[in-house]
């Protein structure tokens, strides 16, 4: 079944500088990687995806970026805001299983 | 208009008892899951129904026994709490499993707090 390992698992960032948050997955089959946001005690909620027939995609300052052939994938939060402060997971599908495998999260902090 | 609703949100219990969490979603999706978050935040599958049929099982004590009694609906049942059940479990649905595109959408989650 699909393995998804996620870095960092804690970053802290001025205000406005970048963020980026790495993942690996082990099944080369995946063809779906969204990225969830979660807020101190919320629910996690979608906030981008990409699948695999595509490399990048963005929206305003959040970017996602795919390489199949390496087996990762990166979540860019550019002109960081406190209000990105949030546990961040990525996700790719399991084909076997049909269902999502998560990263095991990683915590951004951006400081004032 | 709550998408995805779960009652109770907290729940505190002694070892021992029994209890259910119940989910109900109203996006006319065809698949629910139920999620369990510790307390180092890893999010883990524990079951998926499509259309009221278990699709997913993952490896979960037998004490806990999930429910679809219609596909807008998914319960959990968890016989015989232990103190290492307290988490926060998440219902959550989707259009049809976890096919290309289909976003999951997310409970507000449940605390279960056992002492």
């Known amino acids: 079944g699909e393995n998804v390992e996620q870095h960092p698992s804690t970053l802290s960032v001025q205000e406005g500088d970048s963020a980026v948050i790495k993942c690996t997955y082990s099944?080369?089959?995946?063809?779906?990687f969204p990225w969830y946001k979660q807020e101190l005690g919320k629910r996690p909620q979608l906030i981008i995806d990409?699948?695999?027939?595509?490399g990048e995609k963005k929206d305003q300052r959040i970017a996602v970026t795919l390489n199949k052939t390496a087996k990762h994938f990166s979540l860019h939060i550019t002109e960081t805001q406190p209000e990105d402060s949030a546990v961040y997971f990525c996700?790719?599908?399991?084909?076997?299983?049909?269902?999502?495998?998560f990263g095991t999260g990683t915590r951004l902090l951006v400081s004032p | 208009d709550t998408a995805v609703s779960q009652t109770p949100k907290y729940l505190v219990t002694q070892m021992g008892n029994d209890k259910s969490i119940k989910c109900e979603q109203n996006?006319?999706?065809?698949?629910m899951y139920w999620y369990k978050q510790d307390s180092k935040k890893f999010l883990k599958i524990m079951f998926s129904?499509?259309?009221?049929?278990?699709?997913i099982n993952e490896t979960v004590p037998n004490r806990f026994s999930p429910k679809s009694p219609d596909k807008a609906h998914l319960n959990l049942h968890i016989n015989s709490l232990e103190l290492g059940d307290s988490a926060v479990y998440f219902c959550?649905?989707?259009?049809?499993?976890?096919?290309?595109?289909?976003?999951?959408?997310f409970g507000e989650g449940s605390w279960l707090t056992v002492v």
């Open positions: 959550a649905s989707s259009p049809r499993g976890t096919t290309v595109g289909n976003t999951i959408y």
């Open positions: 099944d080369s089959a995946s063809n779906y």
């Open positions: 990409i699948r695999s027939n595509v």
């Open positions: 996700a790719a599908r399991d084909t076997g299983f049909q269902k999502l495998v």
């Open positions: 996006l006319g999706h065809d698949t």
């Open positions: 129904y499509n259309n009221k049929e278990l699709i």
